[in-house]
């Protein structure tokens, strides 16, 4: 088990060191942000003293160096745009994603596992068709689509629901759902085709064959181990969500990282986009780390396999 | 069963060799699952219509006619045939800007996954096959792209190097690697051990030869699959990009953008940006049609990925 640990945790800082290059090489390549910051008659002295100031006219590889020494200290630099510190906007904003992507992971899991079970234990069923229609629908739908359509008939339409904003439940519902629904496909359709898998299984007959009610076969036999495919599909989608939400927090002007970034690549603020790339690949993989611990328990033959 | 090694590597190349298994056996395999039937056929359709429109519509999507501005479907009062669709805010007509988008959706969504999988198979193959320092190389270097935002990793690039239709394929398709090259890792390292290949290489065949005659045509399959239900991904992640203004630059038409200017006529206009979403919808639902028909009729263990 610590062998498994200690190689998660090695996983976990290549990747970080990794991502930490890419995105600094990345940006760097993106054009010159000095002229950006000054008035576009500034005179090539001025601009070469800003460039001078900033650091930006030494070799890539000191400016990296800069920058990790720097990060690991907690400074992302300071944004060119709102000349604030880079994870002060950051900390602002990341609540607002962090609630609805966990708002939206925790309602497709709700409703999508449920499904997925009962599909699996009907399957042929009116219930298991209709509902594996439903989801190939979900999946084929754009969530910025679905979220558009929402604001149309809820919104414009109906009036029921506010358009846009942070700050109220009403607000929270349409942006979660239509970034709900996508996943909700995906987990019911995983849900299913691993139930179904482990159903047909022998230890499944031998506990139907012993006299245990269908109840704790399905529930707690075949669950356990249909669990697993779920949670590392489920954690991988949940660190992907939170930077995923770019587009529906366009739409729905809620004022999380997403719009943050996209704002930024506009305004080409290198600062900014560097630490909020850095920080939602930081929750990715923290989450992956998460999911590779919470398989020990899951899936005791990793622990086992591993030190052997 | 033979046992020389000369035999069994004939036997294999009868038995088990590489033959690029699609064939009609396949075809018949995918079309008798129904619901894979009416994909191909949806998708066939909506492959000729965007290739074949100009023969029969000749609207320009450009043409701009400012005193036909939000003309509704030709469905609904004050709607006319010589806009089945209506038009938009600069009275441009929405069905040739739909019409003229798909081209752009398929191009992308196709292209972008063939040179995903161009990359994904060479270095997959490499990987798997040679093992070693180099595939713990590439395999590392897959697990950090894997952690970088899919998302964030397109849009920074798409800002880097500005927005036209070849740097869309060229970064949604690099990005998407990782995938295709995991996949085959895995089946090269199983098909490695298998007789075939052993029998290959004790008859003295070279590397690059047993890679490209006996491995790459058994992986086949499961490129086919998952590259089919990649494109529906990538499509509606294009569409994505060009909702905020990042795709193929104005004023070429593309669904992503359609909504994203429709957006603000939303209680004018409902048909601004309800028919490119379904555009979108219909493309995706008869890919997905047609990955999930594939995926049953030639890999059912690729069940849990894909999607």
Same mark, same amino acid.
């Given at each position: 088990?610590?062998?498994?640990?200690?190689?998660?945790?090695?996983?976990?800082?290549?990747?970080?060191?990794?991502?930490?290059?890419?995105?600094?090489?990345?940006?760097?390549?993106?054009?010159?942000?000095?002229?950006?910051?000054?008035?576009?008659?500034?005179?090539?002295?001025?601009?070469?003293?800003?460039?001078?100031?900033?650091?930006?006219?030494?070799?890539?590889?000191?400016?990296?160096?800069?920058?990790?020494?720097?990060?690991?200290?907690?400074?992302?630099?300071?944004?060119?745009?709102?000349?604030?510190?880079?994870?002060?906007?950051?900390?602002?904003?990341?609540?607002?994603?962090?609630?609805?992507?966990?708002?939206?992971?925790?309602?497709?899991?709700?409703?999508?596992?449920?499904?997925?079970?009962?599909?699996?234990?009907?399957?042929?069923?009116?219930?298991?068709?209709?509902?594996?229609?439903?989801?190939?629908?979900?999946?084929?739908?754009?969530?910025?689509?679905?979220?558009?359509?929402?604001?149309?008939?809820?919104?414009?339409?109906?009036?029921?629901?506010?358009?846009?904003?942070?700050?109220?439940?009403?607000?929270?519902?349409?942006?979660?759902?239509?970034?709900?629904?996508?996943?909700?496909?995906?987990?019911?359709?995983?849900?299913?085709?691993?139930?179904?898998?482990?159903?047909?299984?022998?230890?499944?007959?031998?506990?139907?064959?012993?006299?245990?009610?269908?109840?704790?076969?399905?529930?707690?036999?075949?669950?356990?181990?249909?669990?697993?495919?779920?949670?590392?599909?489920?954690?991988?989608?949940?660190?992907?969500?939170?930077?995923?939400?770019?587009?529906?927090?366009?739409?729905?002007?809620?004022?999380?990282?997403?719009?943050?970034?996209?704002?930024?690549?506009?305004?080409?603020?290198?600062?900014?986009?560097?630490?909020?790339?850095?920080?939602?690949?930081?929750?990715?993989?923290?989450?992956?780390?998460?999911?590779?611990?919470?398989?020990?328990?899951?899936?005791?033959?990793?622990?086992?396999?591993?030190?052997? | 069963?033979?046992?020389?090694?000369?035999?069994?590597?004939?036997?294999?190349?009868?038995?088990?060799?590489?033959?690029?298994?699609?064939?009609?056996?396949?075809?018949?395999?995918?079309?008798?699952?129904?619901?894979?039937?009416?994909?191909?056929?949806?998708?066939? !359709?909506?492959?000729?219509?965007?290739?074949?429109?100009?023969?029969?519509?000749? !609207?320009?999507?450009?043409?701009?006619?400012?005193?036909?501005?939000?003309?509704?479907?030709?469905?609904?009062?004050?709607?006319?045939?010589?806009?089945?669709?209506?038009?938009?805010?600069?009275?441009?007509?929405?069905?040739?800007?739909?019409?003229?988008?798909?081209?752009?959706?398929?191009?992308?969504?196709?292209?972008?996954?063939?040179?995903?999988?161009?990359?994904?198979? !060479?270095?997959?193959?490499?990987?798997?096959?040679?093992?070693?320092?180099?595939?713990?190389?590439?395999?590392?270097?897959?697990?950090?792209?894997?952690?970088?935002?899919?998302?964030?990793?397109?849009?920074?690039?798409?800002?880097?190097?500005?927005?036209?239709?070849?740097?869309?394929?060229?970064?949604?398709?690099?990005?998407?690697?990782?995938?295709?090259?995991?996949?085959?890792?895995?089946?090269?390292?199983?098909?490695?051990?298998?007789?075939?290949?052993?029998?290959?290489?004790?008859?003295?065949?070279?590397?690059?030869?047993?890679?490209?005659?006996?491995?790459?045509?058994?992986?086949?399959?499961?490129?086919?699959?998952?590259?089919?239900?990649?494109?529906?991904?990538?499509?509606?992640?294009?569409?994505?990009?060009?909702?905020?203004?990042?795709?193929?630059?104005?004023?070429?038409?593309?669904?992503?953008?359609?909504?994203?200017?429709?957006?603000?006529?939303?209680?004018?206009?409902?048909?601004?940006?309800?028919?490119?979403?379904?555009?979108?919808?219909?493309?995706?639902?008869?890919?997905?049609?047609?990955?999930?028909?594939?995926?049953?009729?030639?890999?059912?263990?690729?069940?849990?990925?894909?999607?």
């Amino acid at each position: 088990m610590l062998r498994y640990l200690l190689k998660r945790l090695w996983h976990t800082v290549y990747v970080v060191i990794g991502i930490s290059a890419i995105s600094f090489f990345f940006i760097h390549l993106s054009g010159d942000p000095v002229m950006l910051m000054l008035p576009a008659d500034a005179s090539m002295q001025e601009v070469e003293q800003l460039r001078q100031k900033l650091g930006f006219n030494d070799p890539l590889y000191v400016q990296y160096g800069r920058f990790v020494s720097k990060a690991v200290r907690g400074d992302f630099g300071e944004s060119l745009y709102y000349h604030v510190p880079a994870m002060e906007l950051i900390v602002e904003r990341l609540p607002a994603s962090l609630e609805l992507s966990f708002t939206a992971m925790l309602l497709a899991l709700l409703v999508a596992v449920p499904i997925g079970i009962i599909s699996a234990i009907h399957r042929g069923s009116a219930l298991d068709m209709g509902s594996m229609l439903a989801a190939l629908f979900g999946l084929s739908m754009p969530h910025f689509w679905l979220g558009i359509m929402f604001i149309m008939i809820f919104s414009v339409k109906l009036g029921w629901l506010p358009t846009s904003g942070r700050g109220t439940p009403a607000q929270l519902i349409m942006p979660s759902v239509a970034l709900a629904l996508g996943l909700m496909a995906m987990f019911a359709r995983l849900t299913r085709s691993v139930m179904l898998e482990v159903l047909s299984l022998d230890y499944i007959r031998t506990a139907r064959a012993k006299g245990l009610r269908e109840f704790f076969v399905i529930g707690k036999h075949a669950l356990k181990n249909a669990l697993i495919p779920l949670v590392t599909v489920a954690g991988m989608q949940f660190g992907l969500l939170i930077g995923g939400t770019v587009i529906i927090e366009t739409v729905f002007a809620w004022p999380g990282v997403g719009r943050l970034v996209v704002q930024a690549i506009f305004n080409r603020d290198y600062p900014l986009v560097q630490c909020i790339v850095l920080i939602l690949a930081l929750i990715f993989v923290a989450v992956n780390l998460v999911v590779d611990i919470l398989y020990i328990y899951l899936d005791p033959r990793i622990s086992f396999l591993e030190d052997k | 069963m033979p046992s020389d090694a000369a035999s069994i590597y004939r036997y294999s190349r009868e038995r088990l060799g590489p033959s690029l298994r699609l064939t009609a056996d396949t075809i018949r395999e995918v079309a008798r699952r129904r619901s894979a039937l009416w994909g191909g056929i949806m998708l066939c !359709v909506i492959f000729l219509t965007s290739l074949l429109f100009p023969l029969f519509y000749h !609207v320009d999507p450009l043409a701009q006619d400012l005193l036909a501005r939000f003309v509704p479907p030709a469905w609904l009062e004050g709607g006319s045939m010589s806009h089945p669709l209506g038009t938009d805010n600069l009275g441009r007509d929405v069905l040739a800007r739909i019409l003229y988008g798909s081209r752009i959706s398929l191009v992308v969504g196709f292209s972008a996954v063939l040179l995903g999988e161009l990359v994904g198979i !060479v270095l997959g193959l490499v990987s798997g096959y040679y093992g070693g320092k180099l595939d713990s190389l590439i395999m590392r270097t897959a697990d950090i792209f894997m952690a970088y935002p899919f998302m964030l990793l397109t849009i920074s690039v798409i800002a880097v190097l500005g927005n036209s239709m070849f740097n869309l394929i060229l970064v949604l398709g690099i990005s998407d690697w990782t995938i295709y090259a995991r996949t085959i890792r895995g089946s090269v390292l199983s098909l490695k051990e298998k007789e075939f290949v052993e029998a290959a290489r004790a008859a003295g065949t070279k590397n690059l030869s047993i890679i490209t005659r006996h491995i790459f045509p058994n992986v086949i399959s499961p490129l086919l699959v998952l590259g089919t239900l990649r494109v529906a991904s990538i499509i509606i992640w294009e569409s994505g990009l060009s909702f905020l203004g990042m795709g193929v630059p104005p004023p070429t038409p593309s669904w992503g953008r359609m909504l994203a200017d429709g957006r603000m006529y939303i209680s004018d206009a409902w048909w601004l940006v309800t028919l490119p979403g379904l555009a979108i919808m219909c493309t995706i639902l008869s890919i997905n049609l047609l990955g999930d028909g594939l995926r049953d009729a030639l890999d059912p263990r690729l069940r849990n990925v894909g999607n």
